[in-house]
């Protein structure tokens, strides 16, 4: 059927170029370029860095001067989100065009489309409000949700491969109730995975937005201490009104290592939770069909743990930083899969 070829290949696309902006999104961030360009959506009122530094009246009309490879940074990962937009509208056109034969859910393909927007809303307000940290979390949050967003609608489309198991049927015959309870048992010991993923991801961005990684600058102690002097009370103050630049951060230091500290404990819980779920889909005889995505977990999760600690231990390097962003989306893919699978077990 053409059209779902077409509709592979655009999913496909979407999650490769999703991935690619959500990396991006970090370089940026970590490389201090979010105000490379102080306007949205073009760069000091042009399309280019390169004609806003051929347009001197252009920069004039803005505090901050114009820092060519920052604004570039900037403008690049503009570019790849538009790049995003353009697939995201196709996949919804192919949705509607093709809702009869209810090639995709096409509920799934327009709040991918409603998130894309909102996300582009918030990519304004991160360079507007002067990277609230705030708005620059959410608009993290929100990109990883469109990432998921299209790898779930991936793994929804028939195709050979149990990775894209159709929710009707999964891998394996009809069977019986009680011998379909692991798969009940596996399913919520990856939702919970899920969920304590997602506030990981959560406190890593508010870690991030706030530049509290360097908070705590050894490992597996910080500052040389256990639990060294930390302001909870100022850590996770949410809005601290417009006006104020956020570029370098605003916290003192007690209130970063508090941040920095709640980010290692959401991740011995994080990896706590996804193990539990990969460990008893892997030790389950009726769980076969699931077990190359619980190993992906692992992996991933080995992965991103030794990038965490590496990155530390090597003194925050800006490549390490990134892969890190990089690493937390792929043990977002990996859990999805898993879950994806497991809900789309035989049945009764």
């Known amino acids: 059927m053409p059209q779902a070829r077409w509709m592979r290949r655009l999913a496909i696309t979407g999650v490769i170029v999703c991935f690619i902006v959500v990396v991006l999104g970090a370089y940026v961030r970590l490389t201090a370029a979010g105000l490379g360009c102080p306007d949205w959506p073009g760069c000091y009122g042009e399309l280019t860095p390169s004609a806003a530094a051929h347009a001197p ?27 995003l937009s353009l697939v995201v509208l196709a996949i919804v056109a192919l949705a509607l065009r093709s809702r009869r034969a209810r090639l995709v859910s096409l509920p ?56 894209g198991a159709s929710a009707r049927g999964g891998p394996g015959h009809s069977i019986s109730g009680g011998a379909a309870s692991p798969f009940t048992s596996a399913w919520r010991l990856a939702l919970v995975g899920l969920a304590a993923l997602i506030v990981q991801i959560a406190l890593g961005g508010w870690t991030s937005t706030n530049y509290a990684a360097i908070a705590c600058p050894d490992f597996p102690t910080c500052q040389g201490a256990w639990w060294p002097a930390s302001d909870y009370r100022h850590a996770f103050v949410l809005w601290h009104g417009l006006g104020t630049d956020y570029e370098g951060g605003v916290l003192a230091n007690p209130a970063r290592v508090a941040i920095h500290l709640t980010h290692r404990l959401g991740a011995l819980v994080a990896a706590t ?31 991103q743990l030794a990038i965490g600690v590496t990155m530390v231990l090597k003194g925050f390097p800006l490549w390490l930083a990134t892969a890190h962003t990089a ?21 009764l």
């Open 327 to 347: 690493g937390a989306a792929l043990l977002l893919l990996a859990t999805l899969a898993l879950l994806r699978c497991l809900s789309a077990r035989p049945s």
């Open 57 to 83: 009246g252009a920069q004039a009309a803005y505090s901050r001067p114009l820092d060519m490879p920052k604004a570039w940074h900037e403008m690049i990962h503009r570019y790849a989100v538009g790049t």
């Open 273 to 303: 939770a996804l193990t539990l779920a990969a460990l008893f889909v892997l030790r389950r005889r009726g769980l076969a069909s699931a077990r190359s995505r619980a190993w992906a977990v692992l992996a991933a999760l080995a992965l």
């Open 108 to 163: 799934l393909a327009l709040t991918l489309l409603l998130v894309l927007v909102v996300q582009a809303l918030l990519g304004m307000l991160t360079v507007t409000w002067q990277l609230n940290p705030l708005i620059v979390t959410a608009h993290l949050l929100l990109g990883l949700t469109t990432l998921s967003l299209l790898w779930w609608l991936t793994l929804s489309l028939p195709m050979g491969s149990t990775w």
